[in-house]
């Protein structure tokens, strides 16, 4: 018997209000992920990657349709339940890295523990994979004294932390170089294949999707393609 | 954490933070500056009043406690001279001079008898018409040595003596001069007596009081009990308008300094609500950083009002007396803290209430 999917999406639609004009951003998406898969989702500037980003991290819920993580219905639930359902279910990773800039390294990272009602010093695990991510020398600086690619690092770090079912990453690697880019993708890859992470990449990078399992196409607010790498 | 964060983000925008903490402060200065004031000046008339040395007082009829009396006849200086137990009695005029200053005429024999008389710094008790004698506070603020001309009201006099200041008066000139002078010629605006034996004090204020009906007769003792603040007239009322432009101005810097905060972080906000901060987290982060400010402006006020005494006393240590208030300490504080925890009340609700998708893509 499969275990239950990761993430569970059913004719999932979200229809913004601009002004008095309706904008369909989802018209119908149906998703399955599985634990531990690795999946980019890639498509043009407003096909619904972002929509659907926004939505299976919980920030926004959908007008229609169904969705689920980990087995718990997000589409039914208020926001201050969508809010507690984020600090322990789904890690972000975004484009622009987004660390809070009056904190350090380690307290940005200590700051998503504190959200999730946890504190005290990090675990033993938890600072191996700081030693994964490199980031052992540079946890006493600011966003302002690190590399674009250490701040994204930084950033996945903090994602991590709580241990989320699902790591959401938007557009990561957007605002790096090539090199940066292959070790913040090389590093996803590591989580996901080492420690089983289900990761739900966003791209418009063919390169960067084929570090991912899986390529999920989509084109005006539907998915039009699904295929392994 | 939390806190780790409120610091750091104070200390990120240094003179914003800066000038938020200095506008608390001078709220705070602010009212126990006044506050000090008030009662350092009632403490200053106070030490002046028991300075002489006197059991009982009488004043004017109808007058109050504080402030400046009526007059009244001087016939009853003779009247109470006569009574049982009544040692000595002198009779005081005294006059405004603008400002919080005035000047006192004394008949300067009884007056000595009653008190054991001025200790001079230099100079002596004035022989003539013409002749002020003052405290040093009044000569140092006014710059006056022996010999130097003071005009008041009206009339040219000339320092003769220059006494050790806490002696009823600064100011003090022959009585009947100053009668005559202010058209108040047999007129008194307080009678001290001092008595063969203190023990009787009440007695004879009980007997003075059947005979005098209608005159206030106080105990030395219970006069400079009634000096507080709360006697003043009106004082209250302006401490009351002082305290509520200190609580507007806290108010609208703080929430200027939020609100300018709170736009600032947009996307910090949206971050933190990615991470799943509730919105009482949000505003508990702004709330605290506010309060923080609120104790550290707290403390930078009461210490300025060591630096106001300091001013007064070297300006103006005639006119004006400072006391350091350390139990209004809590009240400024408490004052000060309301006003900017309000003023950070809507700051802290517009970031609760943003949402973390705009937030997010803020630039």
Same mark, same amino acid.
């Given at each position: 018997?499969?275990?239950?999917?990761?993430?569970?999406?059913?004719?999932?639609?979200?229809?913004?209000?601009?002004?008095?004009?309706?904008?369909?951003?989802?018209?119908?998406?149906?998703?399955?992920?599985?634990?531990?898969?690795?999946?980019?989702? !890639?498509?043009?500037?407003?096909?619904?990657?972002?929509?659907?980003?926004?939505?299976?991290?919980?920030?926004?819920?959908?007008?229609?349709?169904?969705?689920?993580?980990?087995?718990?219905?997000?589409?039914?639930?208020?926001?201050?339940?969508?809010?507690?359902?984020?600090?322990?279910?789904?890690?972000?990773?975004?484009?622009?890295?987004?660390?809070?800039?009056?904190?350090?390294?380690?307290?940005?990272?200590?700051?998503?523990?504190?959200?999730?009602?946890? *504190?005290?010093?990090?675990?033993?695990?938890?600072?191996?994979?700081?030693?994964?991510?490199?980031?052992?020398?540079?946890?006493?600086?600011?966003?302002?004294?690190?590399?674009?690619?250490?701040?994204?690092? !930084?950033?996945?770090?903090?994602?991590?932390?709580?241990?989320?079912?699902?790591?959401?990453?938007?557009?990561?690697?957007?605002?790096?170089?090539?090199? *940066?880019?292959?070790?913040?993708?090389?590093?996803?890859?590591?989580?996901?294949?080492?420690?089983?992470?289900?990761?739900?990449?966003?791209?418009?990078?063919?390169?960067?999707?084929?570090?991912?399992?899986?390529?999920?196409?989509?084109?005006?607010?539907?998915?039009?393609?699904?295929?392994?790498? | 954490?939390?806190?780790?964060?409120?610091?750091?983000? &104070?200390?990120?925008?240094?003179?914003?933070?800066?000038?938020?903490?200095?506008?608390?402060?001078?709220?705070?200065?602010?009212?126990?500056?006044?506050?000090?004031?008030?009662?350092?000046?009632?403490?200053?008339?106070?030490?002046?009043?028991?300075?002489?040395?006197?059991?009982?007082?009488?004043?004017?009829?109808?007058?109050?406690?504080?402030?400046?009396?009526?007059?009244?006849?001087?016939?009853?200086?003779?009247?109470?001279?006569?009574?049982?137990?009544?040692?000595?009695?002198?009779?005081?005029?005294?006059?405004?001079?603008?400002?919080?200053?005035?000047?006192?005429?004394?008949?300067?024999?009884?007056?000595?008898?009653?008190?054991?008389?001025?200790?001079?710094?230099?100079?002596?008790?004035?022989?003539?018409?013409?002749?002020?004698?003052?405290?040093?506070?009044?000569?140092?603020?006014?710059?006056?040595?022996?010999?130097?001309? &003071?005009?008041?009201?009206?009339?040219?006099?000339?320092?003769?003596?220059?006494?050790?200041?806490?002696?009823?008066?600064?100011?003090?000139?022959?009585?009947?001069?100053?009668?005559?002078?202010?058209?108040?010629?047999?007129?008194?605006?307080?009678?001290?007596?001092?008595?063969?034996?203190?023990?009787?004090? *009440?007695?004879?204020?009980?007997?003075?009081?059947?005979?005098?009906?209608?005159?206030?007769?106080?105990?030395?003792?219970?006069?400079?009990?009634?000096?507080?603040?709360?006697?003043?007239?009106?004082?209250?009322?302006?401490?009351?308008?002082?305290?509520?432009?200190?609580?507007? !101005?806290?108010?609208?810097?703080?929430?200027?300094?939020? #609100?300018?905060?709170?736009?600032?972080?947009?996307?910090?906000?949206?971050?933190?609500?990615?991470?799943?901060?509730?919105?009482? #987290?949000?505003? *508990?982060?702004?709330?605290?950083?506010?309060?923080?400010?609120?104790?550290?402006?707290?403390?930078?006020?009461?210490?300025?009002?060591?630096?106001?005494?300091?001013?007064?006393?070297?300006?103006?240590?005639?006119? &004006?007396?400072?006391?350091?208030?350390?139990?209004?300490?809590?009240?400024?504080?408490?004052?000060?803290?309301?006003?900017?925890?309000?003023?950070?009340?809507?700051?802290?609700?517009?970031?609760?209430?943003?949402?973390?998708?705009?937030?997010?893509?803020?630039?």
């Amino acid at each position: 018997m499969s275990s239950p999917p990761m993430i569970s999406a059913a004719k999932l639609k979200k229809i913004y209000r601009v002004g008095d004009i309706e904008v369909a951003a989802l018209r119908g998406v149906d998703l399955e992920i599985g634990r531990g898969e690795f999946v980019a989702i !890639v498509g043009p500037s407003g096909s619904g990657k972002s929509t659907l980003f926004h939505i299976l991290g919980g920030l926004t819920p959908p007008s229609s349709g169904s969705v689920s993580i980990g087995g718990t219905d997000l589409s039914k639930m208020t926001d201050a339940e969508r809010t507690n359902m984020r600090k322990t279910m789904v890690g972000f990773v975004f484009q622009k890295y987004n660390l809070l800039p009056t904190l350090t390294a380690r307290g940005n990272i200590e700051i998503a523990r504190n959200i999730a009602g946890q *504190n005290g010093a990090l675990d033993p695990q938890f600072e191996e994979i700081l030693k994964l991510l490199g980031l052992t020398s540079r946890l006493s600086h600011k966003p302002r004294a690190m590399s674009g690619g250490e701040q994204q690092r !930084v950033a996945i770090a903090r994602a991590i932390v709580n241990h989320p079912a699902l790591l959401l990453a938007d557009e990561p690697t957007g605002n790096l170089d090539t090199e *940066n880019s292959n070790a913040v993708l090389g590093i996803l890859q590591d989580l996901n294949r080492r420690l089983g992470q289900t990761i739900l990449m966003i791209t418009h990078n063919p390169e960067a999707a084929a570090f991912a399992d899986r390529t999920v196409t989509m084109r005006d607010g539907r998915i039009v393609g699904d295929l392994p790498v | 954490m939390i806190n780790k964060l409120v610091i750091e983000n &104070l200390k990120h925008r240094p003179i914003r933070t800066f000038l938020s903490v200095l506008v608390i402060g001078l709220q705070v200065t602010m009212v126990l500056t006044l506050v000090g004031l008030g009662r350092g000046m009632l403490d200053d008339q106070k030490t002046r009043a028991k300075g002489i040395g006197a059991d009982l007082l009488i004043r004017a009829p109808g007058s109050s406690a504080i402030g400046l009396s009526t007059n009244f006849n001087s016939k009853i200086l003779p009247f109470v001279q006569k009574q049982p137990h009544v040692r000595i009695a002198t009779g005081a005029l005294v006059q405004g001079i603008g400002g919080l200053n005035s000047i006192t005429g004394l008949d300067l024999d009884s007056f000595t008898k009653l008190s054991g008389g001025f200790h001079f710094r230099s100079g002596g008790p004035f022989t003539g018409a013409d002749q002020v004698i003052i405290d040093e506070y009044y000569a140092n603020e006014h710059k006056l040595k022996l010999g130097d001309p &003071l005009k008041i009201l009206n009339r040219d006099w000339k320092v003769v003596g220059i006494f050790a200041p806490g002696m009823l008066a600064r100011v003090v000139v022959p009585l009947d001069v100053l009668q005559d002078l202010t058209a108040n010629t047999g007129k008194l605006t307080a009678i001290y007596a001092k008595l063969d034996n203190p023990a009787l004090t *009440n007695q004879v204020i009980g007997a003075l009081k059947e005979k005098l009906k209608e005159y206030p007769i106080y105990s030395m003792e219970e006069w400079v009990s009634l000096f507080s603040v709360s006697n003043v007239p009106a004082f209250t009322q302006f401490l009351g308008v002082i305290i509520g432009i200190g609580v507007l !101005v806290g108010f609208l810097v703080v929430f200027l300094s939020m #609100y300018t905060a709170v736009l600032e972080r947009t996307r910090e906000i949206g971050v933190l609500k990615a991470l799943g901060a509730s919105p009482l #987290y949000i505003v *508990n982060i702004l709330m605290r950083e506010t309060a923080l400010l609120g104790v550290i402006g707290s403390i930078l006020g009461i210490l300025m009002t060591y630096g106001t005494r300091w001013i007064i006393d070297a300006l103006v240590p005639g006119s &004006l007396t400072q006391a350091i208030v350390p139990d209004w300490w809590p009240i400024a504080s408490g004052i000060a803290l309301a006003g900017a925890l309000l003023g950070a009340v809507y700051p802290g609700l517009k970031a609760a209430r943003q949402d973390a998708i705009e937030a997010l893509s803020y630039e």
